[in-house]
């Protein structure tokens, strides 16, 4: 979220920061880390149950949800969110952003 304080300036009041991580761009930068990851389930409910037609639906949504698969083609890493911290100045209101943001 970013705010055009009054002097114009853009001020980021929440931004990610990707310095951690590389963020996958294309196909196939997550098809083997998924493929891995579905494998592993895979194996996991095979060695509880003797198919995975068995396995209870509770049991495969534990391991395959959205969040794990983001999680997963995000290289393990989530990117770190940084949110503006206010102080007694109010320094988005008039300044421009210089390390405004904490992680």
């Known amino acids: 979220m970013i705010v055009h304080n009054q002097n114009a300036y853009?001020?980021?009041?929440?931004?990610?920061?990707?310095?951690?991580?590389?963020?996958?761009?294309?196909?196939?930068?997550?098809?083997?880390?998924?493929?891995?990851?579905?494998?592993?389930c895979i194996r996991e409910l095979l060695q509880k149950y003797p198919k995975v037609e068995q396995a209870p639906i509770q049991a495969i949504k534990e391991k395959i949800n959205d969040g794990r698969i983001v999680y997963i083609s995000m290289q393990n890493r989530f990117p770190i969110l940084q949110v503006y911290k206010p102080t007694t100045d109010n320094h988005f209101l008039l300044l421009r952003c210089e390390k405004c943001l904490a992680s």
């Open 10 to 40: 853009l001020f980021p009041l929440v931004r990610f920061n990707y310095r951690n991580i590389t963020v996958p761009r294309i196909t196939e930068d997550v098809e083997p880390l998924l493929t891995e990851y579905f494998n592993r």
